[in-house]
């Protein structure tokens, strides 16, 4: 494995987002959701909303990895996906999927051997990932996400 923490380390990272994301999301009422959390970024909702799409389509390319021989894993627009119509929903809906999809991921990889670890992806935009990069990258993304809310809390007094 190329990174410098345990599987089982990352895993637990994963567990950890959506309890973390639900703290720092706590109290916060439309107008702070609504809120970007840095001149020119998103929103506190759309960073939610992004962080499900996200870690559905990361969910989804670790089962390719796991299940095919060096899958292409299409790549996605998060900025235009960040626009559409969806992320001006309620956060509770994408808690929700986070909440699902962390459970079944952490679930399932828990059980794969040691091995598949090494299993490898193709992406157009970054080329050869394996599973193993692709969790810490997860692990990492949600841990950003968060601090970028906490963040914003601490600077606004929320």
């Given amino acids: 494995m190329s990174g410098s923490q345990l599987p089982t380390e990352l895993i637990d990272q994963i567990r950890a987002l959506p309890l973390t994301l639900s703290e ?10 609504d809120t970007p959390y840095d001149v020119g970024k998103w929103t506190v909702r759309q960073v939610v909303h992004h962080l499900a799409d996200a870690h559905v389509n990361a969910f989804v390319r670790m089962k390719w990895i796991l299940t095919e021989e060096n899958p292409i894993i299409k790549p996605y627009d998060q900025d235009l996906w960040a626009k559409l119509a969806d992320v001006k ?3 509770e809906i994408s808690m929700a999927i986070l909440h699902g999809v962390h459970y079944r991921c952490c679930f399932m990889l828990e059980s794969i051997p040691e091995e598949s670890w090494q299993r490898t992806a193709e992406h157009p935009e970054i080329g050869k990932i394996s599973l193993y990069d692709l969790v810490e990258i997860i692990a990492v993304h949600g841990r950003t996400h968060v601090a970028q809310i906490t963040q914003l809390r601490s600077a606004r007094g929320w």
Avoid: C, F, G, M
């Fill in 24 to 33: 720092a999301v706590e109290t916060l009422d439309d107008a702070q959701l």
């Fill in 89 to 91: 929903l309620p956060i």
